[in-house]
T-cell receptor
C-alpha cells in the first residue's frame, strides 16, 4: 500500500536554530514529490516539486532534497514567520496524490 | 487571494440540515478537487472533476454529493451529516492531471456538525 510518513509530528525551534523535516515514502511509482506550507485557517500553499533522487530546490531559508526513499525540508536560521505546518505529498500518476499528516513547526523569537 | 475562492469560510449545521459548499477558480485550470482535512490526519481526496472524467474516493459516504456545472465552479452538497464529518473542507485546482506546480488550494470551509 502506498504510504507517506512525515516526522516529527511537531518541532519547536529557537530563532536561528537550523533543522530538518523528514518525509519518507513507500509508493509504487514516483511521478513527483511536493512540499506545501499551511498557515492556520488557510489552505496549503505550494513550495516545491521534486522529481528524481538527487534533486534539490531552494527558496529563501528552505531547501528540499530527495532520495529514493525520503525527502528532507531543511530550514536554515528559521524566523518566527516560518512557523506553520509543512505538508509533503507524493503523486504516483494521474490524479493519485498521497499526503503525509504534516509537521507543525514552531519558531520562537 | 490564492485564486481559488471558497464560501462559506465557516459553517455550523445540524445533522438534519442540508447545506452546500461552493468553490470558484478563475485560473483557467481544468481539474478541481474536494479534500477533507481532519486534525492530525493526512488530507483525504474526496472527489475530482476534470474535462475528461469524474473520480471519486469510494470510501466517501453518499451524504456528500459533488456538482461541477462548469470548469470554474465546484459544489459539495451536504445532507444528514454526522459529527465525525466536522473538518476543514478544501477545494483545489490544477491545470492538468499532473501539475508541476502542485495544487492551488482555497482557504477552506471549516465545518462543524452539531
Amino acid at each position: 500500500e502506498d504510504q507517506v510518513t512525515q516526522s516529527p509530528e511537531a518541532l519547536r525551534l529557537q530563532e536561528g536554530e537550523s533543522s530538518s523535516l523528514n518525509c519518507s515514502y513507500t509508493v509504487s511509482g514516483l511521478r513527483g514529490l511536493f512540499w506545501y506550507r499551511q498557515d492556520p485557517g488557510k489552505g496549503p500553499e505550494f513550495l516545491f516539486t521534486l522529481y528524481s533522487a538527487g534533486e534539490e530546490k531552494e527558496k529563501e531559508r528552505l531547501k528540499a532534497t530527495l532520495t529514493k526513499k525520503e525527502s528532507f525540508l531543511h530550514i536554515t536560521a528559521p524566523k518566527p514567520e516560518d512557523s506553520a505546518t509543512y505538508l509533503c505529498a507524493v503523486n504516483t500518476g494521474g490524479f493519485k496524490t498521497i499526503f503525509g499528516a504534516g509537521t507543525r513547526l514552531f519558531v520562537k523569537a | 487571494e490564492t485564486g481559488v475562492t471558497q464560501t462559506p469560510r465557516h459553517l455550523v449545521m445540524g445533522m438534519t440540515n442540508k447545506k452546500s459548499l461552493k468553490c470558484e477558480q478563475h485560473l483557467g485550470h481544468n481539474a478541481m478537487y474536494w479534500y477533507k482535512q481532519s486534525a492530525k490526519k493526512p488530507l483525504e481526496l474526496m472527489f475530482v472533476y476534470s474535462l475528461e472524467e469524474r473520480v471519486e474516493n469510494n470510501s466517501v459516504p453518499s451524504r456528500f454529493s459533488p456538482e461541477c456545472p462548469n470548469s470554474s465552479h465546484l459544489f459539495l452538497h451536504l445532507h444528514t451529516l454526522q459529527p465525525e464529518d466536522s473538518a476543514l473542507y478544501l477545494c483545489a485546482s490544477t491545470d492538468d492531471r499532473f501539475s508541476n506546480y502542485g495544487y492551488t488550494f482555497g482557504s477552506g470551509t471549516r465545518l462543524t456538525v452539531v
